[in-house]
Antibody, heavy 117, light 110 residues
């Protein structure tokens, strides 16, 4: 079974750093782009960026460029989304998804990030 | 890149057909046959229901269908059922960024 499993919910303070993960299984992880999608409370889906696990090539949404960093560790079938200094406005549910035929065909369960003082 | 435009809400009675539109530009929807649609229930991850404009993944009921004309893509739900009440999002590959999501549509079954 193709699966993406994300790390658990996080509660952080403004200014703190954070790295969340998305681990794939059941397919050739290295050879499929993984995308990240943000959903702020009560809002719609927003594409954040893509990472290609085999060479860590990345693409970012212009609105988020510089705000987050995407990375991958091919050896453990895992991709990461990280922040160096969180803001309250980063409070959201974050999903990873596998790219297949230019669509997100398999999704992780989501990681809720809450940033509050 | 602005979000693709979807109606905020669409409603219908059980058994009826409804259509959700997704309007973009020639740089995204109109330029590529890479429009996909997602169904999302409250508190759940989205689920792919249409890819490459018209294709349904295995297991998706055939009452869900997709189409495209010019810069507007559409998702039609035929024979609407109570279990179809959810939020629906389109997305398109784009020339620049390379993905953009629609603003989302809440489907209500009356």
């Amino acid at each position: 079974e193709v699966q993406l499993v994300q790390s658990g919910a996080e509660v952080k303070k403004p200014g703190e750093s954070l790295k969340i993960s998305c681990k794939g299984s059941g397919y050739s992880f290295s050879n499929s782009w993984i995308g990240w999608v943000r959903q702020m409370p009560g809002k719609g889906l927003e594409w954040m960026g893509l990472v290609y696990p085999s060479d860590s090539d990345t693409r970012y949404s212009p609105s988020l460029q510089g705000q987050v960093t995407l990375s991958a560790d091919e050896s453990i079938n895992t991709v990461y989304l990280q922040w160096s200094s969180l803001k309250a406005s980063d409070t959201a549910m974050y999903y990873c998804g596998r790219i297949f035929h230019r669509s997100f065909d398999v999704w992780g369960q989501g990681t809720m990030v809450t940033v509050s003082s | 890149q602005s979000a693709l435009t979807q109606p905020a809400s669409v409603s219908g009675s059980p058994g009826q057909s409804i259509t959700i539109s997704c309007t973009g530009t020639s740089s995204d929807v109109g330029g590529y046959n890479y429009v996909s649609w997602y169904q999302q229930f409250p508190g759940k991850a989205p689920k792919l229901i249409i890819y490459e404009v018209t294709n349904r993944p295995s297991g998706v009921p055939d009452r869900f269908s997709g189409s495209k004309s010019g810069n507007t893509a559409s998702l039609t739900i035929s024979g609407l059922q109570a279990e179809d009440e959810a939020d629906y999002y389109c997305t398109s590959y784009t020339r620049t960024i390379p993905y953009v999501f629609g603003s989302g549509t809440k489907v209500t079954v009356l």
